[in-house]
């Protein structure tokens, strides 16, 4: 006899099922709070050696993960840097910077080198230091070696790696000010030259690479959190050395993910929009990059998110502060939820929400062949603030394989949406019939109904539409190809509302 969690089954029905044993057997689940226990969820990894916050993951050539710099509980940069191999599923010392730092970027060149960028050096967070410096590790000597200064010292600034092989180092704060200059790092010299300054000073913008070579800056702010935060994008085109602006966005972001995806789209999300507000919607900006337009809207706003670009056009937002409990940069309630953007669906999904609430993290996307305990494609996610002024060394690791990224597609939430009949009746249980399986509807009303059965990894099985299906108990005829074995999920979709059941179906 099945003994699904939470089904409701009547005297009369258990006396059917005892006398029908071989007959097909469905019970039904009503998804709750344990609605992800089906799919993939996030795992506890080896830690950190230490608590820290604000430090860049960056996958390297040789299947490992470098965390460098953050700053440590008390607010003091880090020289340290440590290396994540999946092989033992564990973290150890690698060699440390020569400076510390935090709120610097981290660029991944071609040859596998990492290039550390300029960043905050001072302990006190309302007084920083940044410095100019460069420094650059190689993950096959596990040395760092030094780079030509940058002519402007700053933090909060971005580092886009250009397709000739140079990097742009972009706006940022100074220390006494938010700065327009731009710089572009040569890796092959090891020097520096200063180009053409942003039309606009900014510091804690987004930048990312187009497709033509180009680069787009958007948002950002012009101080400290009472200054103006800007919807202003301009982008950089390093053939001609000049600065265009192009259309505003329809949100002010500072902190925002963005992306650019295969075909070119760029995507916008997150960041805040306001002192004590993070930023509502998504947007995307399409060539000949005019004007930005409105897509499907994150489901939770967050600032100081993690963004992770995924393989077929995914991308992972994990954590972040939530608006509505902001106070300052570390007393503010943080969040474990996860969510993803299908760029085929032009929306977003949730993904398992992580084991613990964290943000100020960090996070990189691994494709590993070494170990047999975790999945080939994964999210590691380490450090950040997990409570009022509270920090952690503990990391997570979720599957991102096409498989797991069905089955997320398929979580309750997704199907259903913030959908729940209320008032227009409830499904109650899957009632068993000698000849088929039926669905058992109760309404208090005649209403519309359809409904949608799914595979627990998100394939469609069949669409059945109801029509108007009368008030009282009604019984909804499933379609003979769901009578194979499996468990399966049915989107009820009454009066435009959604609700989603979980059943079984055993021999």
């Given amino acids: 006899m099945c003994s699904c969690l939470g089904s409701v089954l009547s005297t009369k029905l258990e006396a059917y099922i005892m006398r029908n044993a071989t007959k ?10 344990s609605a992800e226990a089906y799919c993939q969820t996030w795992q506890f990894t080896g830690s950190l050696s230490s608590k820290k916050r604000t430090g860049v993951l960056t996958t ?78 190689d993950y096959v000597t596990n040395t760092w070696s030094s780079g030509e200064a940058l002519s402007v010292a700053r933090q909060n600034h971005t580092a886009t790696l250009l397709l000739d092989g140079t990097i742009l ?12 200059s731009a710089e572009i790092y040569d890796p092959s010299t090891g020097t520096c030259k200063t180009v053409a300054p942003m039309i606009l000073s900014r510091h804690d913008h987004s930048a990312t690479l187009l497709n033509d070579g180009r680069v787009l800056v958007i948002g950002g702010r012009s101080g400290g959190s009472g200054s103006d935060y800007f919807t202003e994008s301009e982008i950089y085109d390093p053939s001609t050395n000049t600065w265009t602006v192009v259309g505003n966005m329809a949100q002010a972001r500072i902190k925002g993910s963005l992306i650019t995806f295969s075909d070119g789209t760029v995507l916008a999300s997150g960041g805040r929009n306001t002192p004590n507000t993070s930023a509502p919607g998504s947007e995307v900006f399409l060539s000949p990059f005019t004007s930005w337009t409105s897509t499907s809207a994150m489901f939770q706003p967050v600032t100081w998110q993690t963004s992770t ?9 994990t954590g972040g502060i939530i608006d509505a409990n902001w106070t300052s940069s570390f007393s503010a309630v943080t969040t474990p939820t996860c969510e993803w953007y299908d760029k085929p669906n032009l929306r977003w999904f949730y993904a398992p929400s992580m084991n613990q609430e964290r943000s100020y993290h960090a996070a990189c996307y691994m494709h590993q062949t ?9 999210v590691l996610v380490a450090s950040g603030l997990i409570a009022d002024n509270q920090f952690t060394e503990t990391a997570e690791i979720l599957n991102v ?30 009632y068993l019939s000698p000849d088929r399986p039926e669905l058992e509807l109760s309404l208090t009303a005649a209403q ?23 008030a009282g108990l009604s019984y909804i005829p499933l379609q003979s190809n769901i009578r194979t ?3 399966y999920f049915a989107r009820m979709n009454i009066a435009g509302q959604n609700r989603v059941l979980k059943f079984t179906v055993l021999n």
Wanted: charge should be negative; aromatic fraction near 6%; hydrophobic fraction near 40%.
């Fill in 24 to 33: 097909i057997l469905i019970c039904v689940l009503f998804l709750g709070a």
């Fill in 60 to 137: 390297l050539p040789n299947q490992t993960a470098i965390y460098v710099g953050g700053a440590d509980p008390s607010g003091s940069p880090l020289t340290t840097c440590e290396l994540y191999n999946p092989a033992t599923g564990s973290w150890s010392l690698a060699a440390s910077m020569a400076i510390p730092r935090e709120r610097h970027t981290c660029t991944l060149l071609p040859d596998g080198r990492l290039v550390v960028i300029a960043g905050n050096t001072s302990p006190i967070y309302d007084v920083s230091s940044p410095t100019a410096s460069i420094e650059i590790y």
């Fill in 169 to 180: 180092v972009v706006g940022g704060y100074t220390g006494s000010g938010t700065t327009a």
């Fill in 309 to 317: 670009l995924l393989p077929n056009d995914r991308f992972l937002v």
């Fill in 370 to 378: 070494v170990s047999e305990t975790l999945p080939t494609d994964f």
């Fill in 401 to 430: 394989t096409d498989d797991a990224i069905l089955q997320y597609k398929a979580m309750p939430q997704n199907m259903a949406g913030v959908n729940d009949p209320k008032t227009s009746g409830t499904a109650t249980i899957l």
């Fill in 448 to 470: 519309e109904v359809t409904i949608d059965i799914f595979s627990t990894v998100g394939t469609p099985i069949a669409n059945i539409d109801a029509g108007t299906v009368d």
């Fill in 485 to 487: 074995p499996g468990t």
